[in-house]
Nanobody, 126 residues
Framework: QVQLVESGGGLVQAGGSLRLSCVAS????????MGWFRQSPEKEREFVAA????????YYADSVKGRFTISRDNSKNTVNLQMNSLKFEDTAVYYC???????????????????WGQGTQVTVSS
């Protein structure tokens, strides 16, 4: 089993920045892909970004390209999501997720991910 714990959510004004972190523990050797998804009350859970722990390759949803950056620190089993130029529509609960592996557009497939965190709320005021 792998446990994921997110942190860093909060309230920010539009145009501002937030940094989310996700710490993995347990059988972390079994996972390579880590990603972020988000869900607002009126929407399905949607893909945001993913990264390969081994290669550092990244993949982003079109809606966040150029504004969000995903990174990893393998020494700390941590994945971060730097969110800049936040918009009101970025408001959601953000979930960290882990999978054995993924590649490019397959990283956006929710069913690939075996482990999920509890979520952290991000609220962007307009």
């Amino acid at each position: 089993q792998v446990q994921l714990v997110e942190s860093g959510g909060g309230l920010v004004q539009a145009g501002g920045s937030l940094r989310l972190s996700c710490v993995a523990s347990g059988r972390t050797f079994s996972i390579d892909a880590m990603g972020w998804f988000r869900q607002s009350p009126e929407k399905e859970r949607e893909f945001v970004a993913a990264i390969s722990r081994s290669t550092g390759s990244t993949y982003y949803a079109d809606s966040v390209k150029g504004r969000f950056t995903i990174s990893r620190d393998n020494s700390k089993n941590t994945v971060n999501l730097q969110m800049n130029s936040l918009k009101f529509e970025d408001t959601a609960v953000y979930y960290c997720a882990a999978a054995r592996s993924c590649y490019a557009s397959r990283c956006s497939v929710r069913s690939l991910y075996d482990y999920w965190g509890q979520g952290t709320q991000v609220t962007v005021s307009s």
